[in-house]
């Protein structure tokens, strides 16, 4: 998926290990999928960024993190805000200095193998 977009942006990326064993899960690939999607568009679209950082680690609790850095700045309003919202649940957007940051935090893999896959989902980072 980040290499459709290397076109537009110049795009590093790291994922913890645990972070690529949540990937094998579809659900879970598709979704940071759509949370990277997003936040590339955004910037693209209202910034003109060129280029962004993606993270992808685990947290304690089991949860994916999916942070996204892009240069740009939010309107003025929206900077003083602890983050706003996008139509994804538990994802925000936030100003870090000369930084936007799009961050996601998708649910813990459940241990039912059913949706786990040794296959590449078409998302896959």
Do not use: C
Not at 50 to 64: S, W
């Amino acid at each position: 998926m980040i290499s459709a977009w290397r076109a537009v942006l110049a795009i590093a990326h790291t994922a913890s290990a645990q972070a690529q064993a949540a990937l094998r899960d579809r659900d879970t690939d598709e979704r940071a999928a759509e949370i990277v999607t997003e936040a590339f568009v955004n910037a693209v679209k209202h910034s003109g960024a060129r280029h962004a950082v993606v993270t992808l680690a685990t947290e304690d609790t089991g949860r994916v993190r999916v942070r996204i850095v892009s240069p740009g700045r939010l309107p003025a309003a929206e900077q003083q805000a602890s983050g706003i919202g996008t139509r994804n649940a538990d994802t925000r957007i936030y100003q870090s200095d000369d930084d936007v940051v799009l961050e996601s935090f998708l649910a813990p893999v459940s241990d039912d193998p059913s949706g786990v896959s040794s296959e590449p989902s078409a998302a896959s980072f």
